[in-house]
Structure formats: C-alpha cells, structure tokens
C-alpha cells in the first residue's frame, strides 16, 4: 500500500478527463494534478520541444514524490515512449485507447483524431495494427479542437464547435466508420457534439477513462493503491493564470477548485 499521489500532467485542462475519471474509480487517492497552461498546444510543436516540455512536468510531479505518473496528454504520450528511464510507474493515453477501440470496433473502420504531433506520429495506427491487422483507419488532425476547450467553447447548443467538428469529421461518416478515438485529453469535453454529429452508429472512446481504468489496474497489481479510508486530496498546478483555470476546470469537474490551484514556474525544472 501507498499513500503518495498519483500524478497528472497534460499542456491544459484536457487531462482533468483522466483525474474525474480516477476519482469516480479511485475515490481515496491522492491527485497531483499540473497543465502546463502557458505553453498549450503541445500538438503543433516539434517534436524535440514536446519531449523537453514533458521532461519538465514530470520533473514538477516527481517533486511532489507520486507514485505513478500519468501523461494525459495525447501529443506526449505519442512522442514519449513506455517511460522506462522514470522512477515511478508510468502510463499514457494511446495504449490503454487503441485496445478500447479495437475491442468496441465491429467492422474494423476507425477514426482517429489528435493534435497534429499525435497524427503525424501515427502512434494510435502502430498500436491498433498491432492487435488488429486488417483494421482500416482514417486520421485526422483537428487543430481547432484544444482552442474551443481552452476558451469555453463547449455547448452542444453553440453552432460554432458543432460546425468546426462537422468540417474535421463528417467525412468519416461517409467511410463508414463505427468507432472514433477521441485521441487529444481534451476532446472527451467535445464529446457532446461529437457524438452529436456522429450519431448512435459510432461509438466514441475516450481516452481518459481508458487511461484511468488502465492505472488503477497498474496500481492495484503493484500494490501501491492506497490504504487510506478518507476521500483523497486533489491539487492543481498550472503554469500560468489561475483564475481561468479554476472557471473551467470547476465547471468541467462539479466542483469549486479555485482555492487548489497554484502557479509554478515549470521552466527551470
């Protein structure tokens, strides 16, 4: 048994997909959560910048002694590898959606979105290939995705993030498919209009709580879940304002955060 917290780090808000979902399935642990707001997107970075922007939140949440680190971040998760070099457990998002999807998909026709580093790594089309050979994919970069997160965009009322996700996605119906990996943390928030567009005929995976059911499993064979009997902590990091954090992510997780969220100056660690 541990009682250190688990470790969260995305470049914004998408990655509180993964900590809402650790704490429906994980209501007695500790979260340390970091979005690294002042440098979001990461998608459309190099990919030598990603890996010293991911190198620096791990840095942050290791500070604050985790047990496991989690990489909610698509574009990181893509680019960064299985994190053997870390001294912690370690998870990203791809894996534990690529299997979702192969498992959900009945005709092998699958979408896949993400930022434009997470496509052009075509880390979900190595994995899924990996477990199911035949599978058709169609792969989309949807730039416009994190920026309606990031500024409230979200109401599935609103005509504006409902015609920017018909532009991206809408020729996905047409090839038929009948599964789409929301493949950016940030999307799941999208989901409303996404699965508005898309219909009852595509089923939607969401890569936070693939993700999260994946670390608990990992926590729970290594023994490192928390013994504790109290609901868990939660804290929030950013690294720039926190007043426009705490608006959205209270709103996104049901409750008020505003007096949990600290700045952190990420670029010297």
């Known amino acids: 048994m541990d ?7 995305d470049s914004g808000l998408g990655g509180l997909t993964v900590v809402r979902e650790l704490e429906k399935l994980l209501p007695n642990e500790d979260i340390v959560y970091f979005g690294d707001t002042a440098r979001v997107p ?10 010293r922007y991911a190198q620096q939140d791990m840095n942050f949440l290791l500070s604050k002694n985790v047990k496991m680190i989690i990489a909610a971040c698509g574009t990181v998760s893509s680019v960064y590898g299985n994190g053997e070099s870390l001294s912690v457990p370690y998870t990203g998002v791809v894996k534990p959606a690529a299997a979702a999807a192969v498992k959900a998909t009945k005709n092998a026709k699958i979408g896949i979105t993400g930022t434009q580093a997470t496509i052009a790594s075509r880390s979900y089309a190595k994995e899924i290939g990996r477990e199911l050979c035949d599978a058709k994919l169609f792969e989309k970069a949807c730039s416009l995705f994190v920026p309606l997160v990031e500024n409230g965009f979200v109401d599935p009322q609103d ?3 409902e015609m920017v996700v018909r532009r991206y996605l809408e020729y996905m119906l047409e090839e038929g498919i009948d599964t789409l990996i929301l493949g950016c943390t940030h999307f799941p928030i999208l989901a409303p209009i996404i699965s508005k567009v898309m219909g009852d005929g595509v089923t939607l995976i969401d890569p936070g709580a693939e993700t999260a059911r994946f670390a608990a499993d990992m926590l729970k064979e290594r023994g490192l879940l928390s013994d504790s009997q109290n609901k868990g902590s939660h804290s929030f990091f950013v690294s720039d304002r926190t007043e426009g954090f705490s608006a959205v992510a209270g709103t996104f997780l049901g409750e008020d955060i505003s007096g949990s969220v600290n700045r952190v100056d990420i670029s010297s660690l």
């Open 42 to 51: 990461y998608g459309s970075r190099s990919r030598e910048t990603i890996l």
């Open 159 to 161: 005509p504006l993030p």
């Open 3 to 9: 009682r250190s917290p688990i470790g969260v780090f």
